[in-house]
């Protein structure tokens, strides 16, 4: 049985919560005759010198936003100057689009309205991707721009690799390196290309060849000893080290190289037979180590250059991260006819969620958000796409063998 008490409030009370409650709705009343932001007064960009350097600028509600200092839509930073004053507006060249001026702190007196919709685009940069809001961005004209991408690419059976402009999409240089290159990275800065080669099949070493990215041309090819055939690939966030796969098994391992002076400073021996499948935290401080035809994945400390612990996955295509480096997510071929990904808390090191994608999961690789993982399906000639907010896959074919992922950043 359950008992019921009544609570009786004296007259004082009830005008006093009256009071209360009028109180409220007037807060709540008054909270709704909300001032515009400068975000909403001033939904545009303008141009500020910071550090005698253009700058493009936004609002996002009512502070002032650094957007990019490199080119991004119609912005063009050579098209200003800021020679004058570091922190003023900075003069307009011949040719510069329409953006209004203004200091680090906000844009002149008159705002500059959206554009009217067109059917034009821009190359959107990654800074304005990872922005916690959607900012607008100016519309360019349907032609090639500065800003967008180049390709850097291996020709295994060439023993080439070949730079390759995207608008307008051609061949920039074709260059020679050691036989059988497999794998090519970019330094965050884009100064440098680094491409392993595997060397011959009569236990000739392969190379790491080190390529400028501002002349085209080979700053130094580090030649392997005998029977040493780099592979696998990964370059620290601050593009100071590489760390090379050497597929020769047994006698694997980890490389550890000096990017500014090309020379290998450590050697980090691994269980993982044939390392192709190699991974950076987020933040560098560890390695993952997997491989297509290894029976089991190695975490290695960067710091300290020691396997930090090895996981009971195989068969190893790619491994990828979200942002934080919270989660890490393994492509598995070790299942048929499905291949599966592991998804890896990075704390405990235990998987906490299985995906089951096409046959022979090779690339994976996490969209901008950290929601969306794009996985290539080699065997089965499949797309899968992990939406990881809905914990749902879906997978399409497309035939021949895909492998290789890229976003257009």
């Known amino acids: 049985m359950i008992a019921l008490t009544t609570f009786r409030l004296t007259t004082s009370t009830k005008l006093l919560a009256a009071g209360v409650a009028l109180s409220l709705s ?4 008054s909270a709704c005759e909300c001032d515009n932001t400068k975000e909403q007064d001033f939904p545009g960009f303008w141009v500020t010198c910071i550090g005698n350097k253009p700058t493009l600028m936004t609002y996002n509600g009512d502070a002032a936003v ?5 080119p991004a839509g119609n912005f063009n930073p050579s098209q200003w100057d800021c020679s004058k004053d570091p922190n003023s507006p900075p003069q307009a060249k011949s040719g510069a689009p329409d953006f209004k001026l203004g200091s680090p702190t906000g844009p002149g007196p008159f705002a500059r309205p959206h554009a009217a919709a067109a059917h034009t685009y821009s190359f959107i940069p990654k800074q304005l991707l990872w922005l916690p809001f959607t900012p607008f961005v100016p519309p360019a004209a349907p032609a090639c721009l500065p800003s967008f991408p180049d390709i850097i690419r291996t020709n295994h059976l060439q023993n080439t690799v070949s730079r390759v402009a995207t608008c307008p999409f051609k061949v920039v240089v074709t260059i020679p390196v050691v036989q059988n290159p497999l794998q ?5 800065d884009a100064s440098t290309a680094v491409v392993t080669s595997f060397g011959d099949f009569n236990g000739d070493g392969g ?16 030649m392997m000893p005998d029977f040493q055939t780099p592979n696998g690939l990964a370059i620290s966030p601050d593009g100071a080290t590489a760390y090379v796969g050497n597929f020769t098994s047994p006698g694997q391992s980890i490389l550890v190289i000096n990017i500014p002076t090309h020379t290998i400073t450590a050697t980090i021996p691994i269980s993982a037979a044939y390392p192709s499948a190699m991974t950076l935290t987020p933040d560098g401080t560890q390695l993952w180590v997997g491989s297509p035809l290894a029976g089991e994945t190695d975490i290695i400390d960067t710091l300290s250059q020691t396997t930090v612990t090895r996981l009971n996955i195989q068969a190893v295509g790619d491994v990828a991260f979200n ?11 070790a299942s048929n006819p499905a291949g599966q990904v592991f998804a890896v808390d990075t704390s405990t090191y235990r998987v906490v969620n299985t995906y089951t994608v096409g046959n022979g999961p090779a690339d994976i690789s996490m969209s901008y958000g950290d929601q969306f993982l794009v996985v290539n399906n080699y065997n089965d000639g499949s797309v899968s796409i992990i939406d990881l907010k809905q914990d749902k896959v879906k997978t399409a074919q497309f035939g021949a063998n895909p492998i290789g992922i890229a976003f257009v950043e």
Do not use: E, H, R
Not at 184 to 188: E, G, Q, R
């Open 323 to 333: 942002s934080t480096g919270t989660k890490a997510y393994i492509t598995s071929s």
């Open 66 to 70: 650094q957007v990019s200092s490199d």
């Open 26 to 29: 007037w807060i709540v009343l």
């Open 207 to 222: 190379a790491v060849t080190f390529i400028d990215l501002s002349t085209n041309k080979i700053a130094n090819t580090l």
């Open 184 to 188: 090519v990275a970019i330094t965050p």
